[in-house]
């Protein structure tokens, strides 16, 4: 590992000015490319304290050897040497896009005697017009068969040409009229590369014009009583009409634009590009990118350009380009985009209108992209074994942890303090295990304490079920849930109270959180259900006190044949128990991709359920149990009083006068607010006066302790602690 200031450059000898630099590591490979508009001021950031670096940027700077740059006139230029010596070097810490999947495009050789129309994958030749990408050869196939009847271009291979123009008879395809047969000399050179040119145009969404034309020979045709004609014309006409119905208007004015859209983690980015030509869709295509550095969305999408155009000129490049973030600075890629065009590029995010609505699902189909990426590489059999296996040799596990528990708290500056429990089994989630807590010790934020109390009511679940199931052998010592020791079953096997009181004693019974009854039931698969299936190991979000609040609950409850350990987010190290340094997995690793995933999916169940108590303590008010009355009912009842204080002093006969309120549901309206405890009335803090309930808010009530959680998806219902 490299010291950046051996080989920082001496004061002075950066240039103030546009230009591209490179790291380059002891082997003299290039590790990373950059532009920048003051090569002074970029290269400084790299060399300050380690400590304020960003983790990637640590690694890059501490694995280079030297680092050299180039000036440039303009920061045009800048960008398109940035992306010259990228294409070049392939550097290990630039972020590189790659193509979900091979795209087959639908290619005209115009760089041949006789152009052919065909389908082709991988690079760009020169000299040959490309439509596309589409997601399927046989669409491409389809297109082109319909478009032979009216534009009748070669598609034989030159093998086939060669062979019919020696023997003088064509394939086929010239026998049925999709094909003009030049290598009979049916048609000459020069016009059947005119038909390739209409061809061409017709794909580029030029399509008016040829459609006008043949409307008019077939009236021409008509005109003259030539119906044969007339019908081969109308038909043409219909071939073409269902090649265009293949790809629907979705911009008018026949716009030629490109949509990209961004769908990103912090692990990984996928984008996702929609090819508009004529109003029309006429290509999608998606890339995928690890985020090997500290990346803006305006970042990525600049590096994306330069992927999409890099290679491109003229017409390839639409007047119109829709990104969902702008680059900063954006004058040096618009006019990078302007001069690979040869005329103007509007380069923007799009504010209303079809273009907007466009963009949207340009963005759903990038975000479907990413978690499609994703759970193919999380899906594949041998990663996840590999996976398993990585994390078991750095933690030193006996075994790999088949079933994996990873627990997250949320909240929102003290409030509404939750934690979640996901399960992984063999590297996959299992959403019928998730469950939910709401923290009910204390309250007040205190992540560490709030870890400890979830991991001891999990797993003083786990020790009753067991205790319940029969599973202690007789006379076996072993911790009780209250902490205590003792032989046998503490409570009767039908009914066992979590929290080490009776299960009729008063809170834990009403509670309703710690209480488990009735007999060991089994899910589908044979497993008991609740929390009677340890796991290997337990991962917490958090570092070094988190960590140890975990394990101290397990040494509390008498557990010690589970693993813990913690993933911190920061720079994403494994911290062990009772361990003054942290694991470092390699950042290529998938035993630390799975243990990110884990991480990731915790907080997100997590947050999504802190969200939606936090939703539903605002909403809440005493008109929300009145059975019968809707939301509009609702409304309409605090618009016609203005507020729940004026509505409860309110008299059975002043309710049904607001519409749609009869009596019986004014005489139930009446009831729930008499027994409705009004709110604490507000206060001015400033000048201490009482204010009046005169906005029209509806008061809210505090949730009922262990009130259940409905919120969520069914899984989360089904996986919720109550």
Not at 114 to 132: E, S, T
Not at 236 to 259: Q, R, Y
Not at 554 to 562: F, H, K, R, S, V
Not at 637 to 649: A, E, M, N, P, T
Request: aromatic share 6%.
């Amino acid at each position: 590992m490299a010291d950046p200031s051996s080989y920082r450059p001496r004061p002075g000898e950066i240039p103030d000015s546009p230009g591209v630099y490179r790291f380059r590591d002891e082997h003299r490979r290039v590790i990373y490319v950059g532009k920048a508009k003051s090569l002074r001021q970029r290269l400084a950031n790299y060399f300050q304290d380690l400590a304020n670096l960003h983790p990637r940027t640590r690694t890059m700077v501490t694995t280079a050897a030297s680092v050299e740059w180039t000036v440039v006139s303009t920061e045009v230029e800048a960008l398109q040497l940035e992306y010259s010596w990228i294409k070049e070097y392939d550097p290990r810490f630039n972020v590189k896009y790659r193509d979900d999947k091979s795209y087959p495009y639908l290619a005209v050789t115009m760089n041949e005697e006789f152009p052919r129309v065909q389908v082709m994958r991988g690079h760009k030749k020169k000299g040959v017009r490309y439509f596309g990408p589409y997601g399927h050869a046989w669409a491409i196939r389809d297109t082109v068969d319909l478009l032979l009847r009216v534009f009748p271009v070669r598609t034989c291979s030159a093998g086939v040409f060669k062979n019919a123009a020696r023997t003088g008879r064509p394939c086929l395809l010239g026998y049925i009229g999709k094909c003009s047969a030049p290598c009979v000399e049916r048609i000459s050179a020069e016009d059947h590369r005119e038909l390739a040119e209409e061809f061409c145009d017709f794909m580029a969404g030029r399509t008016g014009t040829y459609l006008r034309r043949l409307e008019r020979r077939m009236a021409d045709a008509a005109e003259e009583m030539e119906y044969e004609r007339a019908a081969r014309l109308r038909d043409d006409i219909g071939a073409l009409k269902k090649a265009m119905e293949k790809s629907a208007v979705v911009l008018a004015d026949a716009t030629d634009a490109d949509l990209i859209a961004v769908a990103e983690d912090e692990l990984e980015a996928a984008v996702q590009i929609f090819h508009v030509r004529g109003g029309r869709v006429r290509g999608q295509r998606g890339w995928v990118t690890d985020k090997v550095e500290e990346i803006t969305t305006g970042a990525l999408v600049e590096h994306a350009l330069q992927q999409l155009y890099g290679e491109e000129t003229g017409d390839a490049v639409p007047k119109e380009v829709l990104v969902p973030a702008l680059p900063d600075p954006v004058e040096p890629v618009q006019q990078w985009l302007t001069d690979r065009r040869g005329s103007g590029v509007s380069l923007r995010i799009p504010q209303r209108g079809d273009k907007k609505a466009l963009m949207e699902t340009v963005q759903r189909n990038a975000q479907q992209a990413l978690v499609l990426h994703k759970t193919k590489r999380a899906s594949d059999l041998t990663t996840r074994s590999r996976a398993l296996e990585e994390i078991a040799d750095a933690l030193g596990l006996d075994s790999a942890p088949l079933r994996i528990e990873c627990y997250d708290i949320s909240h929102l500056q003290g409030d509404d303090v939750v934690a979640s429990m996901v399960v992984f089994e063999d590297g996959l989630a299992r959403k019928s295990e998730y469950r939910r807590f709401q923290i009910k010790g204390f309250r007040g934020q205190d992540d560490v304490r709030s870890m400890h109390e979830v991991i001891t009511r999990r797993f003083r679940r786990y020790l009753a079920e067991k205790e319940r199931t029969g599973e202690w052998a007789d006379g076996e010592e072993r911790t009780s849930p209250t902490g205590a020791t003792g032989t046998g079953p503490s409570a009767p096997d039908s009914q066992v109270a979590m929290d080490g009181r009776a299960a009729t004693d008063g809170p834990a019974a009403e509670d309703g959180e710690f209480l488990i009854e009735g007999p060991a039931l089994k899910d589908d698969d044979g497993r008991p259900k609740r929390f009677a299936y340890p796991p290997q190991l337990v991962v917490v979000d958090g570092g070094r006190p988190q960590v140890a609040a975990a394990q101290r609950a397990l040494d509390e409850l008498g557990i010690d044949d589970i693993a813990v350990c913690g993933l911190a987010k920061r720079l994403e190290e494994v911290w062990l128990p009772g361990d003054d340094d942290p694991v470092v997995l390699p950042r290529t690793s998938e035993g630390l991709y799975l243990l990110q995933r884990v991480r990731d999916e915790a907080h997100r169940f997590a947050i999504t359920y802190q969200r939606a108590k936090r939703s539903k303590r605002f909403r809440a008010g005493p008109l929300d149990d009145v059975p019968g009355l809707g939301e509009t009912r609702k409304q309409a009842l605090i618009k016609h009083f203005g507020s729940v204080k004026k509505l409860r002093s309110a008299t059975i006969d002043q309710i049904c006068e607001v519409p749609g309120i009869g009596r019986k549901t004014a005489e139930t309206v009446a009831v729930a607010l008499a027994g409705a405890t009004p709110a604490a009335p507000a206060v001015n803090t400033a000048t201490g006066e009482i204010m009046d309930d005169e906005d029209g808010a509806p008061e809210t009530t505090a949730d009922a302790p262990g009130e259940p959680v409905t919120a969520g998806t069914p899984d989360e219902r089904r996986g919720q602690e109550t």
